[in-house]
């Protein structure tokens, strides 16, 4: 089982083959939790607030991803054509 230490300023050492193995870098965010007289440390990706859908915009999405599963498409020089680009 691989250890960490506690160092100065409460800074916690993750051993590197559990950082490998979740994908975990310098400056990642974690999540810290007390769960049952333990703690959890969970990876945690932060989004910009800008990155997130609309619901609108997830609607879209979604309707064209159907389109594109019923074969219904217009390739790149149609495209361009229609809109006299």
């Keep these: 089982m691989p250890i960490g230490k506690l160092g100065k ?9 559990i950082c490998d193995e ?24 932060v989004v910009d607030s800008e990155d997130v859908l609309t619901p609108e915009d997830e609607a879209s999405i979604k309707r064209g991803l159907e389109q594109l599963k019923r074969g219904e498409y217009v390739d790149w020089d149609e495209l361009k054509k229609r809109l006299k680009l």
């Design 9 to 17: 300023r409460r800074q916690v050492v993750i051993p590197k083959e």
């Design 22 to 45: 979740l994908d975990l870098h310098e400056g990642d965010f974690v999540e810290v939790k007390r769960a049952k007289g333990a703690v959890l440390i969970k990876p945690k990706k």
